[in-house]
């Protein structure tokens, strides 16, 4: 069934903000790392063989998983998290805790040093931006 909404008809609290209320975060700006994770997939979809969100590993409030599979082929599950992106396992869903490795602030970062083909990814990017741009003007 389909209803119209008014968006001038609902109140001025949404249900997320009660329910921070009732859990003693009012006023704060929580994100939700599955929203972000699954932007972030969205964002570079095109420049790898596949990506998504695990379903296997927990996300909360703030932390997210990504699996990735490279145009190389190689495997890796990301953590997204408030610091950014970083590598946590060389397999989809597998998280290493004595893993070290650096944050990225942008997941095009990461995506550069873990891709041997750094041109061609930065080539597909460089595509997709010329095609929304054209897509904008037309």
């Known amino acids: 069934m389909e209803t119209d909404c008014n968006p001038m008809e609902l109140s001025g ?3 997320f903000e009660e329910e ?3 859990n003693g975060f009012e006023g704060t700006d929580m994100k939700d790392m599955r929203l972000e994770a699954e932007a972030v997939v969205n964002d570079v979809l095109f420049a790898v063989n596949t990506m998504f969100v695990s379903k296997t ?8 998983y990504i699996n ?3 145009r190389e082929r190689n495997r890796y599950c990301l953590e997204l998290t408030e610091a950014g992106l970083r590598v946590v ?4 869903d597998q998280v290493d805790d004595h893993l070290q490795t650096p944050y ?3 997941v095009y970062s990461l995506l550069d040093t873990l891709s041997p083909a750094r041109e061609a990814f ?3 990017l460089l595509q997709r931006l010329e ?5 904008g003007q037309s």
Request: hydrophobic letters at 40%.
């Open 13 to 15: 609290v949404s249900g």
């Open 89 to 92: 396992g060389y397999a989809f």
């Open 20 to 22: 921070a209320e009732l």
């Open 131 to 135: 095609a929304l741009k054209r897509e």
């Open 57 to 64: 590993l927990r996300c909360a409030d703030d932390v997210a």
């Open 68 to 70: 990735v599979e490279t």
């Open 104 to 106: 990225h602030e942008t």
């Open 122 to 124: 930065g080539n597909a």
